[in-house]
């Protein structure tokens, strides 16, 4: 008896379970995103049902990250999916940013998008830049919490970092840009 598929890959449920008794999958066997990382939160949630704890594979928000020159980041809705329901999209540029700028970096079209719902929260981060992917942690932590754009803005960064660029584009998103 083989097990069950959704068009070429492994069918499981939110507990990384096939059709057959005791068989997971993960990874790649079981769809997008393809990430080495995906999988590894997977493989570590199966690792514990196994143990007998009860847990499940549900998250919000998987970052991808593309390792180019300059590198991309995106977590959580796409401005597509976004725009298609009616987000606030907030841009701020790595131009306006000290630490862009002492990296020569600012050149590049560098920027952090916040895409928001009407009730400020974020659905999804995008940005392109020099060093972009060490931002990755903050805004999947930001979407998978619910954050709203006040938390992101609330928030002190340290300066000069590229992660003030996220709190700039927050507060952007509320009208309160200091610097864009």
């Not at 995103?33 to 549900?58: C, N, T, W, Y």
């Not at 725009?83 to 907030?90: D, E, I, L, N």
């Amino acid at each position: 008896m083989a097990v069950a598929l959704e068009g070429r890959f492994v069918a499981v449920d939110e507990h990384c379970a096939t059709s057959m008794k005791n068989v997971w999958a993960i990874g790649d066997l079981v769809g997008e995103p393809m990430l080495a990382h995906k999988a590894s939160a997977q493989g570590e949630m199966v690792a514990h049902l196994i143990a007998g704890e009860k847990r499940r594979f549900d998250p919000v928000a998987i970052p991808a990250v593309c390792f180019s020159e300059p590198e991309i980041v995106s977590v959580g809705a796409s401005l597509e999916e976004a725009q298609a329901r009616g987000a606030t999209v907030s841009v701020f540029p790595f131009k306006a940013n000290g630490r862009a700028l002492t990296m020569n970096a600012d050149g590049q079209g560098g920027f952090v998008r916040v895409l928001s719902a009407e009730d400020h929260r974020i659905l999804g981060i995008q940005a392109v830049g020099a060093h972009v992917s060490e931002l990755a942690a903050a805004f999947a932590l930001a979407v998978e919490m619910g954050a709203l754009l006040e938390d992101i803005e609330g928030t002190i960064f340290a300066h000069p970092t590229l992660g003030e660029a996220f709190r700039e584009a927050a507060q952007k998103g509320l009208g309160m840009a200091i610097h864009a």
